[in-house]
């Protein structure tokens, strides 16, 4: 059984920074390609920051040059640093991850982690 298992967010002023981590835990698991969502209140789900097996990255439009995603095989985790925020970055975040397991490859959601940026 794959679970991830999210960490990382909080509160954080105006240009301050956040390092989201998403941690696939089970038997000989392997991630194959992640992405951030993150959703405000009221607002739809909205893709972030993706990365492909392969280490292609995208961005979406208004995070590019202040969020970065990056895996870590070795520990089978994701993460999201984000830097210069904003405070219509808030939100929850979700990672959702493509992850080999038992022979299979399944996605799997994370159960989100908080994100309040405010002075």
């Known amino acids: 059984q794959v679970q991830l298992v999210e960490s990382g967010g909080g509160l954080v002023q105006p240009g301050g920074s956040l390092r989201l981590s998403c941690t696939a835990s089970?038997?000989?698991?392997?991630?194959?390609?992640a992405d951030w969502y993150r959703q405000a209140p009221g607002k739809r789900r909205e893709l972030v920051a993706g990365?492909?097996?392969?280490?292609?990255?995208n961005y979406l439009e208004s995070v590019k040059g202040r969020f970065t995603i990056s895996g870590d095989n070795a520990k089978n985790t994701v993460y999201l640093q984000m830097n210069s925020l904003k405070p219509e970055d808030a939100g929850v975040y979700y990672c959702?991850?493509?992850?080999w397991g038992g022979g299979r490859l399944s996605s799997y959601w994370g159960q989100g982690t908080q994100v309040t940026v405010s002075s």
């Open positions: 089970g038997s000989s698991v392997r991630i194959d390609a």
């Open positions: 990365i492909t097996s392969g280490g292609i990255t």
């Open positions: 959702n991850e493509d992850v």
